[in-house]
Structure formats: C-alpha cells, structure tokens
C-alpha cells in the first residue's frame, strides 16, 4: 500500500456499498427498496455511499431524499460527468467498511447477490468478483466481444477471471484504499491489486435484464479496454522500472543499426566502395539514433517514477457537496454519588 505508516486507516464498518450514478431517477428508489432489504437480511452494519457522476435528471434530488430518509446513506455529488472510474475513486476514498461492495445502480446486478460473495470473501478473500449467468446482453454486440476481452485481460494479466466487466464486487478495505484509479481502469482493479498480493476468486452472480433507462455502454469501449489493458500490461510488469522496458528497445534497436554500421565499415574497407550515398548507412545511424532516445526516455521515465512516489496526488474528480449525517454523541453517564 502506499499509505505512510503514521496515516494507516482503520475501518468503522463492516461494510460498505459503493453505487456511481449517472441518470438512473427511474431506478433510485427502486435501488433503495431492495438494497436496504438484502443488507438488512445480512445483518452486519454498513453504509451506502452513491456517488452522483453528474447526472441531468432528477437523480440529485431524489438521492438527497434518500439521504434524509435514512442516515446509512451517504451521497456524493460530482460537479459533471467525470466517468465511473472517478465515481469508484470516489467512493473508495470515502469508504469505512471493512468490506467494501460495489455495484450498479441499473439493477442488472441482483441486490440479493451480495450475500453469496460476501460468503465467499469470509472464505479467506481479498477481492470476490461477480460471474454474471445467463446474461440478458445481445450475443453479438457484447456477449461474444465480453468473453474476447475477458480472454485477453486474464492471460495479459494473470488473474483469471471470467466476467471483469461485472461491477458486483467486493474488496477488502486494504485493497481499496491501497489501489490508486486513474482514466478508466475500474475494471482491472483485481489485475492492478494483484501487485499487493491479494488472493481473487470469483462467484456466480444473476444478470437481469434493465427496466428503465439505457446502458451508457456501447462497443467503442472495446477500443477503449484494449489501449487500458496495454496501459496495465506495462503498470504490472514495468511501473516501477519503466527503463526495463524502453531501455530493452533501445539496446536492440541500437543493436541493429549498430551491426549495420559495422558491415557497411568493413564492406569500405574490403572493396573500397563508397558507402555515403547508400540508404543501409542512412537506416544504420537513425537507428543508432532511435536507440539511444529510447535508453535517455527510459532514463526519463525512470526519474518520473521516483517523482511520482514521492509526490502528493492530484485529484481525478471534485466534490461539488457531500450530505452525510453525523453520529450523535451518547450523553455522558451521570457519576453515582
């Protein structure tokens, strides 16, 4: 964790569900009904914190209703649409819980599933993803290229899991607070945890179709997921060193340009022919050239990285209002006399 020493939290709770929302108003209450009867049946005591991604419809003020209708409610209001890996930031950084549950607010995910993957993190797990069955999404347009990514991001990866796209989770608190999201890596949260050591497993959740609204999902992400899987390929393997990577490139393309030069050297001497005008001699120093930028980037980056772990963290979201109430203090006993 890169949490110093002299700051470790402590969680309050035992739980904690973490809910982003981005123009659901049709589901608010709905959410609210069945996800206060499922956690109540769990019998731990929890909060919920919904974090409101900028939504243009009535989600703000019926959350706010929520809120004053019952104090487990936190919200959180985003001044704009920052996305839902900010909205997960978000709620991580405000979590208390020891376990720590996210989850859609669309309803595709079954509140009634969170007690299976709360049974299965007792088991001794650091994170539990939700593996949706029987999947209501259209076979081609999400479905097929879903299974395709989810293929890809486990061997690029390591952690094999079926269905990284389910929001249904749960984290350990340790997990949450020590994982750092950026851009729209909240998908891979179990990929970027595993360099803390965690166990992963996985359970068998329901996926319902949605009643109200539409997915804010379409298959340009596909594009997306694959330059973020890129980007956590290089967080797993290289963050720490990233002269490894560009230094490794720069050795061998310098390599090559390098032996270009020495035959084209030896071909001089041994025939005596001019080399100047030959385009081999032109490829051989660009290459010498390309080789010696890689090693100075990775030199760069290197330096960067160390700046980077001693440096504070600028946010990737603003808070336009929190509405939270305060535990009453218990009055003090009065002294026997």
């Not at 891979?188 to 359970?203: K, N, Y």
């Amino acid at each position: 964790m890169s949490v110093a020493p002299d700051h470790i939290e402590i969680p309050e709770l035992a739980l904690s569900v973490v809910i982003p929302i981005y123009n659901e108003e049709g589901n608010v209450e709905r959410l609210y009904a069945e996800l206060t009867a499922a956690l109540e049946a769990i019998g731990r005591d929890y909060e919920v914190i919904a974090i409101n991604d900028g939504s243009e419809d009535g989600s703000y003020r019926l959350l706010n209703a929520l809120q004053r209708r019952d104090e487990r409610w936190h919200i959180i209001h985003f001044r704009r649409n920052f996305g839902q890996t900010a909205a997960l930031a978000a709620g991580f950084d405000a979590a208390r819980g020891e376990i720590v549950v996210t989850i859609d607010a669309d309803l595709q995910n079954d509140p009634g599933d969170i007690a299976p993957i709360l049974e299965k993190f007792d088991e001794g797990y650091d994170i539990v993803s939700g593996w949706r069955q029987e999947r209501k999404e259209s076979l081609f347009l999400r479905r097929i290229p879903s299974m395709m990514a989810n293929r890809l991001i486990s061997r690029s990866t390591g952690i094999k899991l079926h269905d990284y796209g389910c929001t249904l989770k749960a984290y350990s608190f340790d997990v949450v607070k020590g994982v750092k999201l950026y851009g729209e890596l909240h998908r891979f949260i179990p990929a970027l945890a595993s360099q803390m050591g965690v166990r992963v497993a996985e359970a068998p959740v329901k996926d319902r179709a949605r009643r109200w609204g539409s997915s804010k999902y379409g298959v340009g992400r596909t594009f997306k997921v694959i330059l973020d899987l890129i980007v956590v390929v290089f967080v797993l393997s290289y963050f720490n060193r990233p002269l490894y990577v560009f230094g490794t490139a720069g050795f061998l393309v310098g390599g090559v340009g390098a032996l270009l030069g020495a035959y084209l050297t030896v071909f001089k001497l041994l025939t005596e022919n001019k080399i100047g005008d030959r385009p081999l001699l032109q490829l051989a120093a660009m290459l010498m050239v390309l080789g010696v930028q890689f090693i100075s980037t990775g030199i760069v980056a290197d330096m960067i990285m160390r700046t980077y772990h001693e440096s504070q963290h600028k946010p990737i979201y603003y808070i336009r209002e929190r509405r939270r109430s305060e535990p009453v203090e218990e009055a003090p006993e009065l002294e026997r006399v």
